[in-house]
Structure formats: structure tokens, C-alpha cells
């Protein structure tokens, strides 16, 4: 989902009529790229690349994965899972040719809410075209090529959690079988997962093993693919900004903050006082033209300009974000998790304990610099929740900020 700047250098803009023409000169070159969910329909494992929410994590590094003690809330002591992963491959470093960003949370709202820097955390993990567990791509459309077929590397898979996916180097003591990376999540299996009634069963059904599945699946968050697609301005907004364009066009002396841009009937509006965050007025306005959208990626990498993420509120934002330790480079805004998120990953919004935020912001290493030994890079991420002074947007608000954004620009 990296930013790519587009150069069509066969797209002939001769035939396009003036308004396309215009339509492809405000384009942006570095356009956000919106992910939605979506029904797998092909099994997301390691080798498909996935972008997805929860289930257990698809190893990019499949010979080497993160430990329980990587992933331990700080609050509670117990087993984070994962809240989602990210495909993000660039084309520098050599090193980033394949590229996936994971994102742990505790499930436990309380543990959030009492201190969400000890409740999340984010590793970076990447390997080069030219590596041991997966061929390069095919780029050739000769089908008698002689490339020589892949062989991958032969080696013992680490054991994983039958529940979370996470390294699991604790087994059960009566079948020996069925590995944990926690006693927590040890006691979940046995107890709520059906472990207890098959424990000691030579063989599973076909049946039985889907019901222990899916009770395992209940435990952790719900697995959907993640698409993405470049964000795009809806219909009222194109309609507005023809509607200035064209003003501009024939009034050529007159101000574009002129009443005169004010709609018949409108005259209160411009002047009345609306007590809202206009920060979280923006968020309403651009989550509101795509509403399911769960994640905006907006990469800062090479030479791209500075970008701001989409804040919820105007305070409690980042003072600095800390340098990579590895490299000492700076890092970068990379994509934000909204809140919408929650809506598709089991979480139950009434319950006490209930997961909650307005937006997370992850923030990665802009250099995308060698992992080395390390295998894994931990990032930065900053939790932002709604301002007491949010409100729903509404027609009448939305058409004034639009004006005042115009105003402004």
C-alpha cells in the first residue's frame, strides 16, 4: 500500500474534455490509500502477502516469530493478539522488497484506558527480493524460460499457540500435543476451547477439529481481509468546488471568501458559531464521503513532503516521535487504525470492558533500515480518543466547515 507517484507516460490527454482535464490536473500524486474490510476468500497465509485484521499473525519471516514476552500487556500481564497486519512492500531499502507491519493490542478496554502506551505495540518486519522462503516474482512472459524452479529453505517451523499464533514453548503436560505461549491462554483452551474433552483423543474428526477452531478463533480478534483503494472526493464536494471554480472563473475581481459564495438563504449560517473541535469537524467531513473505511495509509517515505494524519481532536497530539533506534533515522507518519475497525473484529461495543479510541497512528522508520539478526523492528504508535467536544456532523455543519476549508485554502 506504499505511495507511488503516478507517471502514465503512454496517457494521451488530448481526447479529455475540459473537465476531466481538470479532474487530472488537481489529482493528487500522492493520494491516501483508504483500506476496507472483506470476507477472505482464499485462506490469508503467509505466502498470499495478507493485509488483514486479527487471527493468528502470517509470519513474513516464517523461521522466526515474535515471543510472548514481545507482546505482554504491560497492565494486566496477559497475551496481547493481533489487532492487524499490514503488506507494505517498498522499492528501497533492497532489504523492504517484502515488507509487513504488525500491530498488537490487549483486548481488555480497562487496560487501555489505564495506560495505552503499555498496551499496544508494533513491529516491522521485511525481507529482500532475494530470499530463502519465498521465489522472486515471475517477470517474464516467456513460457519457455529457463529460470530454474524455487526450492525453499528446509526448516523446523517454530511451534506457535494454538491459540494466538504467538511462539509457544509451553505444552499440555497430559497430551503433549497442544502448545501455549501462556498458562493464560493454556487455561482458555482447556476450559472454553474443548481441549479438556479432546485432550487425550487419538484422533480428531473433521468436526471436532473445526468446533475447537472456531471456539479458539472467539479468543482472539476476528480475522478480515484488508483491501485498499486511493481516497477520492465525493459528489457534494466536487460539486462545491466547481461551483467556486466557476464563480472564480467569471468573477474575477471579487474574493473567493466573497458572500457572494454564500447560497440563497444561507446568510446565518456563515456567521453562526458552531462549539465544535474543527479538527474533529474535518475527521467527520473526509471519514463521512468513504464511512467504511478502517485504515488510511499515508506513508512519509524518500522525498515525499511532510503529511499530517487525519486527527480526531486538536490536542493531545505527538510532541516528536522518537528517532529508530536502530539507525537513528527519523520516523514518519506511516498509517492511521480508525475506530471503525472495531465494528468488524468481534468487538462487543455495550460490554464494560469494551475496546475503544478515536484513531491510532502508527509511525515507522523512514529508512526502512536492515533488521539484521534482529529479525524484527518494534515502531511507534499514539492513541488519540474522540475530544469532549466531538459531535456528529450534520448537513448544515458540514457545508460550513466545507466553506471555511476553501476559505482557508
Not at 479432546?198 to 484422533?203: M, N
Given at each position: 500500500?506504499?505511495?507511488?507517484?503516478?507517471?502514465?507516460?503512454?496517457s494521451?490527454?488530448?481526447?479529455?474534455?475540459?473537465?476531466?482535464?481538470?479532474?487530472?490536473?488537481?489529482?493528487?500524486?500522492?493520494?491516501?490509500?483508504?483500506?476496507?474490510?472483506?470476507?477472505?476468500?482464499t485462506?490469508?497465509?503467509?505466502?498470499?502477502?495478507?493485509?488483514?485484521?486479527g487471527?493468528?499473525?502470517?509470519?513474513?519471516?516464517?523461521?522466526?516469530?515474535l515471543?510472548?514476552?514481545?507482546v505482554?500487556?504491560?497492565?494486566?500481564?496477559?497475551?496481547?493478539?493481533?489487532?492487524?497486519?499490514?503488506?507494505?512492500?517498498?522499492?528501497?531499502p533492497?532489504?523492504?522488497?517484502?515488507r509487513?507491519?504488525?500491530v498488537?493490542?490487549?483486548?481488555?478496554?480497562?487496560?487501555?484506558r489505564?495506560?495505552?502506551?503499555?498496551?499496544?505495540?508494533?513491529f516491522r518486519?521485511?525481507?529482500?527480493?532475494?530470499?530463502?522462503?519465498?521465489?522472486?516474482?515471475?517477470?517474464?512472459?516467456?513460457?519457455?524460460?529457463?529460470?530454474?524452479?524455487?526450492?525453499?529453505?528446509?526448516f523446523r517451523a517454530?511451534?506457535?499457540?494454538?491459540?494466538?499464533?504467538?511462539?509457544?514453548?509451553?505444552?499440555c503436560?497430559?497430551?503433549?500435543?497442544?502448545?501455549?505461549?501462556?498458562?493464560?491462554?493454556?487455561?482458555?483452551?482447556?476450559?472454553?476451547?474443548?481441549?479438556?474433552?479432546?485432550?487425550?483423543?487419538?484422533?480428531?474428526?473433521?468436526?471436532e477439529?473445526?468446533?475447537?477452531?472456531?471456539?479458539?478463533?472467539?479468543?482472539?480478534?476476528?480475522?478480515?481481509?484488508?483491501?485498499?483503494?486511493?481516497?477520492?472526493?465525493d459528489?457534494?464536494?466536487?460539486?462545491?468546488?466547481?461551483?467556486?471554480?466557476?464563480?472564480?472563473?467569471?468573477?474575477?475581481?471579487?474574493?473567493t471568501?466573497?458572500?457572494?459564495?454564500?447560497?440563497?438563504?444561507?446568510?446565518?449560517?456563515?456567521?453562526?458559531?458552531?462549539?465544535?473541535?474543527?479538527?474533529?469537524?474535518?475527521?467527520?467531513?473526509?471519514?463521512?464521503?468513504?464511512?467504511?473505511q478502517?485504515i488510511?495509509?499515508?506513508?512519509?517515505?524518500?522525498?515525499?513532503?511532510?503529511?499530517?494524519?487525519?486527527?480526531?481532536?486538536?490536542?493531545?497530539?505527538?510532541?516528536?516521535?522518537?528517532?529508530?533506534?536502530?539507525?537513528?533515522?527519523?520516523?514518519?507518519?506511516?498509517?492511521?487504525?480508525?475506530?471503525?475497525?472495531?465494528?468488524?473484529?468481534?468487538?462487543?461495543?455495550?460490554?464494560?470492558?469494551?475496546?475503544?479510541?478515536?484513531?491510532?497512528?502508527?509511525?515507522?522508520?523512514?529508512?526502512?533500515?536492515?533488521?539484521?539478526?534482529?529479525?524484527?523492528?518494534?515502531?511507534?504508535?499514539?492513541?488519540?480518543?474522540?475530544?469532549?467536544?466531538?459531535?456528529?456532523?450534520?448537513?448544515?455543519?458540514?457545508?460550513?466547515?466545507?466553506?471555511?476549508?476553501?476559505?482557508?485554502a
Amino acid at each position: 500500500m506504499s505511495n507511488k507517484v503516478l507517471n502514465d507516460t503512454d496517457s494521451d490527454v488530448s481526447d479529455l474534455d475540459p473537465k476531466e482535464l481538470s479532474q487530472v490536473n488537481s489529482y493528487d500524486k500522492y493520494a491516501c490509500q483508504l483500506g476496507y474490510i472483506e470476507d477472505p476468500e482464499t485462506p490469508l497465509t503467509a505466502d498470499t502477502f495478507p493485509s488483514k485484521s486479527g487471527g493468528k499473525p502470517a509470519w513474513l519471516n516464517p523461521e522466526h516469530i515474535l515471543a510472548i514476552e514481545d507482546v505482554t500487556c504491560g497492565n494486566c500481564e496477559q497475551p496481547m493478539c493481533l489487532l492487524l497486519q499490514m503488506y507494505t512492500p517498498e522499492d528501497q531499502p533492497a532489504d523492504a522488497f517484502h515488507r509487513t507491519v504488525y500491530v498488537f493490542c490487549c483486548k481488555k478496554g480497562s487496560c487501555v484506558r489505564q495506560d495505552w502506551t503499555k498496551s499496544f505495540r508494533v513491529f516491522r518486519s521485511q525481507l529482500p527480493c532475494d530470499n530463502p522462503y519465498y521465489p522472486p516474482p515471475d517477470e517474464s512472459d516467456n513460457e519457455d524460460s529457463n529460470s530454474q524452479p524455487f526450492t525453499p529453505k528446509s526448516f523446523r517451523a517454530p511451534t506457535q499457540c494454538v491459540i494466538c499464533g504467538i511462539s509457544g514453548s509451553k505444552f499440555c503436560s497430559k497430551c503433549g500435543k497442544a502448545s501455549y505461549c501462556s498458562r493464560e491462554h493454556q487455561m482458555q483452551d482447556w476450559n472454553m476451547c474443548r481441549h479438556k474433552e479432546f485432550c487425550t483423543k487419538s484422533k480428531l474428526t473433521e468436526k471436532e477439529q473445526a468446533a475447537i477452531d472456531e471456539l479458539r478463533a472467539t479468543r482472539i480478534f476476528v480475522e478480515k481481509e484488508i483491501v485498499s483503494e486511493p481516497e477520492g472526493k465525493d459528489k457534494d464536494e466536487e460539486e462545491e468546488e466547481e461551483q467556486a471554480s466557476f464563480f472564480k472563473e467569471n468573477n474575477p475581481e471579487e474574493q473567493t471568501d466573497s458572500k457572494a459564495l454564500v447560497l440563497a438563504g444561507d446568510e446565518a449560517e456563515e456567521d453562526t458559531e458552531v462549539p465544535v473541535d474543527d479538527v474533529f469537524l474535518n475527521f467527520q467531513l473526509k471519514i463521512q464521503q468513504n464511512p467504511d473505511q478502517v485504515i488510511r495509509y499515508d506513508r512519509v517515505e524518500y522525498d515525499m513532503p511532510s503529511r499530517e494524519p487525519l486527527w480526531v481532536q486538536e490536542n493531545y497530539k505527538p510532541e516528536s516521535i522518537p528517532n529508530c533506534e536502530r539507525c537513528h533515522s527519523p520516523r514518519t507518519f506511516e498509517f492511521q487504525i480508525l475506530s471503525t475497525l472495531l465494528n468488524f473484529i468481534g468487538v462487543n461495543h455495550i460490554a464494560v470492558d469494551s475496546l475503544d479510541w478515536g484513531s491510532l497512528f502508527v509511525y515507522s522508520c523512514k529508512e526502512n533500515c536492515t533488521l539484521g539478526n534482529g529479525v524484527y523492528a518494534e515502531e511507534v504508535l499514539w492513541k488519540q480518543d474522540f475530544s469532549q467536544d466531538g459531535m456528529q456532523i450534520g448537513p448544515k455543519e458540514a457545508k460550513m466547515l466545507r466553506r471555511k476549508l476553501n476559505t482557508q485554502a
